[in-house]
Every structure is written in C-alpha cells, then in structure tokens.
C-alpha cells in the first residue's frame, strides 16, 4: 500500500550521451487557483508545497518520452 502520492511536472528535459538528465518539481499552478479550491494541484500545493527530484535515465528504452510540462503521480511504497 502507498504511504504517499506526490504529484511532480518536469520542468527539465537534458539529453546526454547514453542517457536523459530528468528534473521534477512539485506541481503549482502559476495563473493562480479557483477561488473554491477545486484545481487538483492546488490540494497537492498544500500538502506538498516543494519537492525537488533529479534522475538520470539510461534506459534507452524511454530516451524522449518525457517532455517539459507533463505531470506525473510518483507513489511511495516502503521496500522490505
């Protein structure tokens, strides 16, 4: 069972040679949220207001498939 969803955007794409540099913040909304609160990112916002995730991709299996902008839930789940 997930202890906790993070919900992250790319915000940096970096091809190398043999592998894609993946910078992941927290989601916000930069127009601002509905006066009711209703932006599902807003409720992430709150609990989660920063988080920083840097990964270096080496599959080539997945060189370019992620692009600037997208938003990705990451769950995390206690390894035993």
Known sequence: ???MRAKMRVLVVEKGVGFDHLKFGAVCRNEGYPADGSDENNTFAK????ADLDMYVNNPALFGKFK????????FTEAT
């Open 68 to 75: 600037v902008g997208q938003e990705f839930y990451l769950d």
């Open 47 to 50: 609990w989660t207001p920063s």
């Open 1 to 3: 069972m997930s202890v």
